[in-house]
C-alpha cells in the first residue's frame, strides 16, 4: 500500500520560507514520480510539482515557479519541497502522491497521507 507522511509546514509571514517533506513509509518511493498538491478552503486541489523517479525531470505550475523548488532523496525515502517567498495564496493544506506522468499532463495515482498546513499571513 502506498503511503506517505507529510511534515514541515506552519505559519509565517508573507516572502518567508518553509520547506515540507514527504517520507514515504512501507514502500520505497525511488521507482515512483512524486507530486505535490495543495488545497486550500473553498477551492480546488491543485497539483503544484512533481519530479520525476528516475532522472530526477521537474515541473512546477506557473504560480510557483521560480519560488519553489522540489528535490528527492531516495535514500531518506523522501521528497522535498523547499518553499520561498511565500504569498498569502499560497496558504493551503500540502500533501504529497505518486503520480502519472503523460506528455505535459499528470495524474494523483495513489493515496497520501494527512497533509500540512500551510498559513502565510501577516
Known amino acids: 500500500q502506498v503511503q506517505f507522511v507529510e511534515s514541515g509546514g506552519g505559519l509565517v509571514y508573507p516572502g518567508g520560507s518553509l520547506r515540507l517533506s514527504c517520507k514515504a513509509s512501507g514502500f520505497s518511493l525511488a521507482n515512483y514520480a512524486i507530486g505535490w498538491f495543495r488545497q486550500a478552503p473553498g477551492k480546488e486541489r491543485e497539483g503544484i510539482s512533481y519530479i520525476s523517479s528516475k532522472d530526477g525531470r521537474t515541473y512546477y505550475i506557473d504560480s510557483v515557479k521560480g519560488r519553489f523548488t522540489i528535490s528527492r532523496d531516495n535514500a531518506a525515502n523522501t521528497v522535498y519541497l523547499q518553499l520561498n517567498s511565500l504569498k498569502p495564496e499560497d496558504t493551503a493544506l500540502y500533501y504529497c502522491?505518486?503520480?502519472?506522468?503523460?506528455?505535459?499532463?499528470?495524474?494523483?495515482?495513489?493515496?497520501w497521507g494527512q497533509g500540512t498546513q500551510v498559513t502565510v499571513s501577516s
Open positions: 502522491a505518486s503520480v502519472a506522468i503523460l506528455g505535459e499532463t499528470w495524474y494523483p495515482s495513489g493515496s
